[in-house]
């Protein structure tokens, strides 16, 4: 399914970037030392989970200290709930739904940004194997920026542009987006607990579902999609209205969002949907969706998991301590 679809005029905000004199972030200063080099490339999740070779470090317990700080910032707390996701191509009442319930976990309250994912390019975690399935090992080699380096597909010489350095990371397909979690520590969202965040279904006799983390109306200034007229990415500090009652933010517009979960549906006619390629779930709306319907907490569509497109990201969650 062509991402075009869901979007409009993908390139005139690609263009007017692209006109402008990019400005590579700098070179990178690594440390040797294996938890010294984990804090300074943030791979707090990691250090939170104690890793074996972290554990016996002199400097473990102010290391750990300063991880679960940056997780209690930069995490929020989704309850446990329920959802319902759509079965159809088409989201129209009445039409087939699959309930899930969903344990409480922890979800990034914005999205990985390019500094934050310029990390993981420094780190030289594209070469890493480990992170990869092995049925990838063959598309690393596509995995490239502008200019053929290991790196997002917007990106220039391996580095991202500085004055996006707080706008989501786009131009990067799911394996990406799933590795990166991983380096981190951490783990993409099911698409299921995705919803329950955007839409805040609790459990209990009063339970509704959001059409918006901030409520029942599209307002525009909760949220950067077409309609708002920004025509590109905004800092994910952006749109601070729009953040769902636990402070999670951009949960709709901005970037869309890949999700753990396979895209399956059907046409109306009941007919399973088979893309050309294994397609993945993405949820949420971007700067460009024009169609305001598609950017809401229930709206669901996929692209081929390989896919790098100009507006898709991603954020992170996290299994409560003690779940992991």
Known sequence: MA?????????TARRALSEQDYRPAPPATIPDDV??????????????VAAADLQAHPKFGAALAKAQRHIDESFALVPEGFVS?????????????????????????????????????DAGAYEDYQLWPESVWPHLI???DLTGQSAPRFWRDGRHDQRLA????????????????????????????????ASWRLRGPTATIRRYPWGESLDLECCNIWASGHSRTLPVE??????????????????????????????????????EMQMKSIRGGAFDTYFPWQATSTFRTGLGALSRPHNVGFRCALDIVGKR
């Open 142 to 144: 596509d995995f490239k």
């Open 166 to 197: 707080r706008h989501p990371v786009v131009g990067i397909c799911w394996y990406e987006a799933a590795a990166f979690a991983a380096w981190a520590g951490y783990r993409l969202p099911t698409e299921a607990e995705w919803q329950m965040a």
């Open 3 to 11: 991402l075009g679809l869901f979007s409009r005029k993908p390139s």
């Open 35 to 48: 938890l010294d080099r984990a804090v300074t490339l943030g791979r707090f999740g990691l250090i939170a």
């Open 85 to 121: 996701l759509v079965q159809t191509i088409n989201d129209e009442p009445g039409c087939s739904e699959a309930d899930f319930e969903t344990a409480p976990f922890l979800l990034a309250r914005h999205p990985v940004t390019n500094e934050e994912f310029q990390r993981f390019v």
């Open 238 to 275: 952006a749109c601070p209205a729009g953040a769902a009652p636990n402070g999670v933010m951009q949960l709709i517009g901005n970037a869309w969002e890949w999700v753990n979960g396979d895209y399956e549906c059907t046409n109306d006619k009941g007919h399973r949907i088979i893309g």
